[in-house]
């Protein structure tokens, strides 16, 4: 199986407004000295039309989707609207939702099959609490959340995996890179034993204050696709770096 290039995305989060299509197009002038690496941006929903325009080789994603793909849900943005309005792929999961907006792993399954069935690629977070690493059992609870949140039909040609500790999101906090390298390679027993072959080609980005001092560290881990970025993705100066810092 053909090894995937280096996937670096960034997620915005609830931050940016229609100016900073100025900040995409500095990171995709810059994305093109890299070809090699899959970059992605996702920018607020509200962005993404805007914002796709703009993106050079830059894919744009979006920060989440609902499960179904119509109906009455006051809010919610279906994944072919998603994809309608320029987004290639969603985040599902991301600890930030699973905590605010209570979804379970069976939901997050349904979200990225959902995709999946729009043709989308997505991105499936999962990681422990600092209490869930602190309790020695961390690898045990998140191996656990991947199954119960993998879809059935999930191959790496469309969906990839993101470690997320929650203690390391914001807070400039990173496990130690034994730590990411033994999670990673449990993701990855967890992917095979699941999916069998396909579980080989799933990407396994790490993400929690990922910033250009510790990228070059972090993407060199074994099983490390790549970086799913927050804070440090909101300006190309902080997020070239860590682009560049992808391996072939
Ligand atoms: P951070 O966020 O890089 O600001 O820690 C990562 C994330 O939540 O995806």
Same mark, same amino acid.
């Given at each position: ?120 690629? $997505? %991105?499936?977070? #999962? =990681?422990?609490? !600092?209490?869930?690493?602190? +309790?020695?059992? *961390?690898?045990?609870? @998140? ?76 993407? $060199? %881990?074994?099983? #490390? =696709?790549?970086? !799913?970025?927050?804070?440090? +993705?909101?300006? *190309?100066?902080?997020? @070239? ?8």
């Amino acid at each position: 199986m053909a090894k995937l290039p280096s996937y670096i995305v960034g997620n915005w989060k609830m931050n940016g407004s229609a100016a900073d299509v100025a900040v995409l197009q500095a990171i995709a002038q810059a994305a093109e000295a890299h070809p090699h690496v899959d970059t992605g941006i996702c920018p607020p929903a509200t962005l993404i039309a805007g914002f796709a325009a703009h993106a050079g080789q830059v894919q744009i994603g979006a920060q989440d989707c609902h499960a179904k793909a119509s109906g009455a849900h006051t809010g919610n943005l279906s994944a072919a609207m998603l994809q309608e309005a320029g987004a290639a792929y969603a985040i599902v999961g991301h600890s930030e939702r699973r905590a605010d907006q209570g979804e379970t792993d069976a939901d997050v399954a349904a979200k990225a099959e959902a995709l999946h069935t729009a043709g989308m690629g $997505a %991105i499936l977070c #999962v =990681g422990e609490t !600092l209490e869930e690493r602190d +309790s020695g059992h *961390a690898i045990a609870i @998140v191996t656990a959340q991947l199954a119960a949140s993998l879809p059935a039909s999930a191959s790496g040609d469309w969906l990839s995996v993101a470690y997320e500790p929650v203690w390391a999101i914001g807070t400039g906090r990173v496990p130690v890179s034994d730590d990411i390298a033994a999670m990673h390679a449990a993701l990855r027993a967890t992917l095979v034993e699941k999916l069998g072959e396909a579980g080989k080609g799933v990407r396994i980005l790490y993400g929690g204050s990922v910033n250009p001092g510790n990228a070059t560290e972090i993407l $060199a %881990i074994p099983d #490390v =696709g790549g970086a !799913l970025v927050g804070g440090a +993705s909101l300006k *190309a100066e902080t997020f @070239v770096p860590i682009i560049a810092a992808a391996p072939r």
